[in-house]
């Protein structure tokens, strides 16, 4: 009995519309699909017509979750068009704040990984946790989601000493939460059997297939663009790469959980250590970027994230490119959901893999073309998006 | 082989305690929390503005129309648009845009959703 | 006879058994979102105790599509087929008296027959839906009937053979004999091995993967909607009165409990919802305390681990008792 089966664009699985097709003997996958672009939403032209500050709102709702990481590599690339630098105690509020959103990130991956797993009742354990870290989000920031606390320049607000009370007290209770959470993760042997031993990528396979961010570190490849490309303080800021060696779901649970316990110490720092000062250079709203281009890096929740942008001199970008995680990370969902030999892959296990790369479809889908006059379609490779964008900024040149 | 169900004291103990959920909208409406300054809804000072309009040129979602009226120029804030980004709130010189707590903005008629 | 026909109809019969059976789905979600530390059901009703009277309802009034390619024969007929054999198997549990409305020698072996026959609707519904989930699913609860049906059946004879009778009257009478009940003492282990069996019979969490939400969209019943649901969601309701009685008749003595006499009815009923009540508790923990296997994890772990405890219980019942 072998047939194709299709994993989405609508599946309760997926946050986001994604094109999984699989082909399956039973209950054995065989080969496997995908398609992302359903959900492209034409981001890159809405820069191109605004200008640099309006630009950041629009950038910051890239995505949902990662709009923290947007946001703060939209600021790093357009400072570094200008050539001026945050003050230090912005970049520590930065930190602040991005290390929390990547706390609400991993939380909420847990609890959604377990969900797909079966397992609603840490799904809801999770989620409460969760809404301890959004309510910080929304006393130092004003929003819950959507935070847009960095500008160009520095971040708008300061933070309280209310607020930074608050924020540690609520840094106690998480720490402990996870602690539990580890020992009923190592202990229960269903979650065991379902994630250890699943989609397994090995170190090199996951290099050559381009992996980033979490995914890469359960691999156990110390990767981390904090560490190797330090961007808002984090040179002066300690902190330790979680990794894990076992190449399979069950890594990068544990990977995922080790970085939260990595930021709330890093926010413990920071706070402790918050340099005094301006949080904000004084850049007027409208102004023109001098001609150039420029490239910034940033660790997202899910991975490395590059903005890459090219002025002409106006008060609009000329083009902006985004490379998102996800887009680097579905290429290891096809290798990994084909069965190869003696490793196996069942039907039950799509949700473990897909779910392990922490799927954000809603930042990946820029790449198809779609040739209207001609009635074609085209998908563009990474490879043709590197020559695209490379001929386009020698043609401006 | 571990024993199955390290889980269960912890669901045990949860059925004892109070509830996660607040029960909004229906009751326990008051038991929303909201922080001060919580991004909602625009509310606008028509006495201190001076008609400026970088509010309507910052706006990230056009969200902000400039009309005339006697006194000069002034805005229209369309709620139906705003993003509650508080970018128009840093730009006026006169501090004459606030963002209230208001956060449910929804509306049978497009006119309740338009502040002037 | 006119006074049998309103016992079969009525009390302890179908409304009643229908009516017990919306409740229990009730305490099901209410215990589950408790554990959640959610609130549940709260809407319909006093305490949200309408909530799947509601629901039943709204499906019944759905428009009723039926594919194209579908067997229409079978798309009829399962949805009708389920939940009356579950009903009349439930027709077998001692409620209101030591035996129930019908009840005859042997008849504890036709409870398990209808069990297995519900699974085989199960398949064939899957099947008759001419949809790859369905037909996925329906493959998964063919698979999974091999893995816990024996140590089931196991579990139950085992009580059988420790009380001399394989008619549920008997297994009452021989717990009203000997004093105490029989989850006192060796069958212990055969309650947790029918409290294990019941989830992978009933398709819950750990077990629930014919119809895994997450992973093939609702498995065997993804074609069903209005009407048809409805009934499928109502035969899985009458389920969990079937098993919880079960179990609550077979380990825990079922209607026994001091009497008053000219009570009986009543003080029967009372214990023996009292008693099913705490079995659908602890299936209701079970639920909520586990991840969901794969199906291959799962045919491994019954037989290993379900299997082995069934055969020396039920040798070791024989020995001693």
């Not at chain 1, 930021?263 to 413990?268: D, H, P, V, Y």
């Amino acid at each position: 009995m072998s047939f194709e089966v299709p994993i989405g664009p609508q599946h309760p699985i997926h946050v986001e519309p994604l094109m999984l097709r699989l082909k399956v003997d039973g209950e054995l996958i065989v080969d496997v699909d995908v398609d992302v672009s359903y959900l492209h939403r034409g981001i890159e032209k809405g820069l191109e017509v605004r200008t640099y500050l309006q630009g950041l709102y629009l950038a910051e709702r890239i995505c949902g979750i990662c709009n923290c990481a947007h946001s703060l590599c939209y600021c790093l690339n357009v400072e570094q068009l200008l050539g001026k630098e945050a003050p230090p105690r912005a970049k520590y509020l930065r930190v602040i704040v991005e290390e929390l959103s990547r706390m609400h990130s991993h939380l909420l991956w847990l609890g959604h990984y377990f969900h797909t797993l079966g397992f609603e009742t840490l799904f809801m354990y999770f989620w409460r946790d969760r809404e301890r870290v959004m309510d910080m989000l929304e006393l130092i920031t004003g929003n819950r989601v959507t935070t847009a606390y960095n500008t160009i320049g520095g971040v708008r607000r300061d933070i309280t000493p209310e607020a930074e009370s608050k924020l540690r007290k609520a840094l106690d209770y998480l720490e402990e939460r996870m602690r539990y959470y580890d020992k009923v993760i190592d202990s229960e042997p269903t979650i065991l059997a379902r994630t250890q031993g699943v989609g397994l990528l090995k170190p090199e396979d996951a290099i050559k297939l381009g992996t980033v961010g979490p995914h890469l570190r359960a691999s156990g490849v110390k990767h981390d663009v904090r560490l190797d490309d330090p961007y808002s303080g984090h040179d002066e800021i300690p902190f330790n790469v979680v990794t894990w060696d076992t190449c399979d779901c069950y890594g990068r649970v544990k990977v995922r959980m080790g970085e939260v316990r990595e930021c709330i110490s890093m926010i413990r720092y920071a706070l402790d250590h918050l340099p005094s000062g301006d949080y904000r250079l004084k850049i007027p709203p409208f102004f023109k970027a001098p001609e150039g281009e420029s490239l910034s890096r940033v660790e997202a929740p899910r991975g490395e994230l590059v903005h890459y942008s090219i002025s002409n001199g106006g008060t609009n970008p000329y083009r902006y490119k985004v490379r998102t995680p996800t887009l680097a990370n579905i290429l290891s969902v096809t290798y990994m959901l084909k069965s190869r030999g003696d490793y196996e892959v069942y039907i039950a296990d799509v949700p473990p893999i897909l779910g392990g790369i922490d799927p954000c479809i809603c930042c990946t889908a820029r790449v198809v073309i779609t040739d209207e006059a001609r009635k074609k379609r085209r998908i563009l490779t990474l490879s043709d998006l590197e020559r695209y964008s490379q001929e386009k900024g020698a043609r401006r040149r | 082989m571990r024993l199955p169900g390290y889980f269960i004291v912890e669901a045990l103990r949860n059925l004892f305690k109070k509830r996660a959920t607040i029960l909004y909208p229906y009751r326990e409406t008051e038991k929303v929390h909201l922080p001060e300054g919580f991004r909602g809804r625009i509310e606008f000072n028509r006495e201190k503005c001076i008609g400026g309009q970088l509010c309507s040129r910052v706006c990230p979602a056009k969200a902000i129309e400039v009309i005339e009226d006697e006194r000069g120029k002034r805005p229209v804030f369309l709620i139906y648009r705003c993003i509650y980004c508080g970018q128009c709130v840093e730009v006026c010189p006169t501090k004459a845009i606030t963002l209230s707590k208001e956060f449910e903005n929804i509306a049978l008629r497009k006119e309740d959703l338009v502040v002037r | 006879m006119i006074e049998k026909i309103l016992e079969a109809l009525i009390f302890p019969g179908a409304i009643f058994i229908l009516a017990i059976s919306l409740f229990y789905e009730w305490f099901d979600r209410k215990l589950y979102a408790r554990l959640q530390n959610r609130v549940g059901p709260h809407l319909a009703g006093p305490f949200g105790l309408l909530q799947p009277f509601a629901d039943l309802v709204k499906l019944l009034s759905k428009e009723d599509i039926v594919p194209r390619a579908a067997d229409g024969f079978l798309f009829t007929l399962t949805p009708i087929l389920a939940p009356t054999i579950i009903l009349f198997a439930c027709m077998f549990l001692p409620i209101s008296g030591l035996s129930g409305v019908i009840s005859f020698r042997g008849d504890l072996i036709a409870v398990m027959a209808i069990l297995s026959i519900y699974t085989i609707m199960v398949y064939l519904a899957g099947e008759g839906s001419n949809n790859r989930f369905a037909s996925i699913g329906a493959t998964r609860a063919a698979l999974q009937l091999i893995g816990y049906e024996i140590p089931l059946t196991l579990a139950l004879l085992s009580v059988a053979v420790a009380a001399g009778s394989l008619s549920l009257h008997g297994i009452v009478e021989a717990q009203l004999r000997r004093g105490f009940w029989f989850i006192a003492g060796l069958q212990l282990i055969g309650f947790a091995i029918f409290v294990v069996a019941s989830q992978a019979e009933m398709e819950r969490i750990p077990f629930d993967i014919p119809e895994a939400e997450q992973e093939i969209v609702a498995g065997w019943e993804v074609e069903y909607g209005g009407r048809r649901l409805a009934l499928f969601r109502l035969s899985k309701d009458l389920e969990l009165v079937l098993l919880s009685g079960l179990g609550a008749t077979v380990f825990l003595g079922g209607p026994l409990g001091p009497v008053i006499p000219g009570l009986e009815p009543l003080l029967y009923t009372i214990y023996f919802l009292v008693k099913s009540i705490i079995v659908l508790a602890v299936f209701t923990i079970v639920r909520a305390i586990f991840a969901r296997l794969r199906i291959d994890q799962m045919l491994s772990f019954s037989w290993r681990w379900l299997m082995p405890p069934a055969m020396i219980l039920i040798i070791l019942t024989e020995v001693i008792a």
